[in-house]
């Protein structure tokens, strides 16, 4: 007894061990380690958005109407980044801003990833009509592109925010499904799963608690990557008007806003593409310091 617990114990040692070399790898990428730190940053603030904008981001003053940006020493700082052609704080509207599209991408990422995994575990172990049917589905939506499809459903669907998650996850799982479902046909050929199928394991068991647990890896890190992909496509339909409705804050609408005075009121489209640039490449960025850093094949 005492030496299966010392086994138990030593693996349990080197589990720890092995991710806390993982974390130091990561942390030793600077690059990667700033990202993800910035992404928080992000976070935190589409979080504690009511407690960081300096003003009510739909409060409207046509007297700030297209003020610059500018920072006076008699107190009036709210408006360092300009206003808007209404007289909206640019700044209070970014800071919201950043709770439509991380909602969104991180939604839309979960829904997606959650089908393509059913789908693509379906597909890789039961093989036959199922994986015939799935992998034909699948191809048919590849032949679209993304865009066009999404804005396709949100025409027929009309704007909103559950429209949006909808439109953007009816495409986006096939992703994650492709992947499971490489994974999955490598996995059903291993010896632990021979092993589960010969003591009359069924088909749901072997899946979700046997290949599963085994292929994740790739998945997340993966869907980590699409979230900026899902932002992007987020603020390009609301830049169309498709997206989250007016007075409610979105980047892409605010640089729909802005192109009318692009020439002479650079600041209003200009900051809230800067942020979306900033954002995509930091989640990017970050995720392939995360992969570089867990993944045994980049390290071996």
Known sequence: MTDIITDTSAVTSRKESRFAQNIKIFMQNR?????????????????????????????????????????????????????????????????????????????????????????GLAAGYLRGWTDVIISRLVDILL??????????????????????????????????????????????????????????????????????????????VVSTIRVAHVIILEASLSFLGLGVQPPTASWGAMVADGR??????WWVSTFPGLTILVLVLAINVASQGLRDAFDPRFHE
């Open 31 to 119: 690059l990667a380690f700033s990202c993800i730190i910035l992404v928080l940053l992000f976070v935190l603030a589409a979080i504690f958005a009511p407690l960081i904008a300096p003003h009510d981001p739909n409060e409207t003053d046509l007297f700030r109407r297209l003020q610059p940006p500018a920072w006076y020493p008699d107190g009036d700082w709210a408006y360092l980044l300009g206003c808007d052609a209404l007289g909206r704080d640019i700044l209070s509207r970014l800071i919201y801003g950043s709770r439509i599209s991380i909602f969104i991408g991180t939604a839309v990422i979960l829904v997606a990833t959650a089908i393509g995994l059913i789908a």
């Open 143 to 220: 032949g679209f592109p993304y865009l066009i499809f999404a804005i396709g459903l949100m025409a027929m669907m009309g704007p909103g925010l559950i429209n949006i998650i909808m439109a953007l996850a009816y495409k986006e799982w096939v992703i994650p499904c492709r992947i499971v479902r490489g994974e999955t046909l490598a996995a059903r050929e291993q010896e632990y799963v021979e092993a589960a199928r010969a003591l009359g394991a069924s088909p749901a068991h072997i899946m979700f608690r046997e290949i599963l647990p085994n292929i994740l890896s790739p998945v997340i």
């Open 260 to 265: 009318a005075f692009i020439l002479e009121s």
